[in-house]
């Protein structure tokens, strides 16, 4: 893969290189590998690879995506450092900054939901948790002392939102075996063909 460095202080558009690196950051906490330049387009792969890489992502959203699939992988990766220059007079950039960074954004989460399961329903789980315990415990210390229960929508509701929570936990707990048993195969795909020499 190649890590962009740019040999003139006008290469980047305002913004882009600090929303890369707030990419770079964001992808390696979520996905636990660190990386330094997650949107460079420019990567050379194996056949093994190439063959274990289901390409679903299109436009600007597909390095996130390769990115992602490498980390999954745990397939030896290495970034070198390319310099790069300033467009010429008179091109233009096809990447649109707000438009394309919110996409990106989008499949990170999308991303984290197929391949951290877990870890996304177990957070929203969490949430819902949270926000059931302080609703419905001013609900119970107000049985205990009166022996009633006056605010019935908002002891339903409370409930409710803990079932969500374990109803997300749940879901979490079976994707996470679901992604497991995916992982293997696609593993298993990847190692079907011989290592590049």
């Known amino acids: 893969m190649r890590r962009q460095v740019s040999s003139e202080s006008s290469a980047y558009r305002p913004g882009h290189e600090s929303g890369n ?5 964001l992808v390696g906490w979520l996905f636990g590998r660190r990386v330094s330049d997650m949107l460079s387009g420019y990567r050379i792969f194996s056949r093994r690879f190439v063959k274990s890489f289901p390409a679903l992502s299109k436009e600007f959203e ?14 030896p990766q290495v970034e070198v450092e390319v310099g790069f220059k300033d467009r010429p007079v008179g091109s233009e950039s096809k990447l649109r900054t707000y438009h394309d960074g919110f996409r990106i954004l989008g499949l990170i989460g999308s991303l984290l939901r197929h ?12 949430i819902l948790y949270v926000i059931a315990v302080v609703l419905g415990v ?3 210390w107000e049985f205990v002392q009166t022996g009633l229960v006056p605010r019935f929508p908002t002891a339903i509701l409370a409930s ?3 079932l969500l929570g374990t109803l997300a936990l749940s879901i979490g707990l079976v994707l996470d075996g679901v992604l497991l048993s995916r992982r293997e195969q696609v593993r298993l795909r990847y190692l079907q063909y011989a290592a590049p020499r």
Do not use: C, D, Q, W
């Not at 995506?65 to 745990?74: A, D, G, Q």
């Open 160 to 162: 409710s939102l803990a």
């Open 138 to 140: 001013p609900v119970v």
């Open 21 to 25: 690196k707030a990419f770079n950051r």
């Open 62 to 75: 597909i390095e996130t995506e390769l990115t992602v699939h490498s980390m999954n992988l745990r397939v």
């Open 115 to 126: 391949e951290r399961p877990l870890l996304f329903y177990g957070v929203l789980a969490a």
